[in-house]
């Protein structure tokens, strides 16, 4: 098993920030993403931070990032900040997930107005 979350995932999806060190560990997505589901969030997000520092750069899947925020929302599910995060992430993949990104908007307002 990699060492991070981070590490993990550089050795399976490549990095566009820094060279994708040599491995010589078995990669299987399928592990990755046990690894990522039972993950806690300062790690998801520290992954995310790391390969995808200008959130709509790196080599992770959407799919993957969606994921990880999905995760992290579900461990953190009052912090605004991190909510229109996630809100903006959906909004620069894609038509697909606008009304998503709209109603953690809405939630994220809804938290601060309290």
Known sequence: MHSTLTE?????????????????REHREH???EEL???DADVILA???ELCPQY??????????NLSYRLV????????????????????????????AANLMKRADALEAC
Do not use: N, S
């Open 8 to 24: 993990h995932a550089r050795c399976l999806y490549g990095d566009e920030h820094r060279p994708t060190p040599d491995c010589g």
């Open 31 to 33: 592990y990755f993403v």
């Open 73 to 100: 929302l579900l461990q953190r599910p009052d912090e605004p900040e991190l909510i229109r995060e996630a809100a903006m992430v959906l909004q620069i993949f894609g038509p697909d997930w606008d009304d998503t």
């Open 47 to 49: 992954m995310l931070r």
């Open 56 to 65: 709509a750069d790196g080599g992770l899947p959407v799919w993957i990032r």
């Open 37 to 39: 589901t039972f993950a």
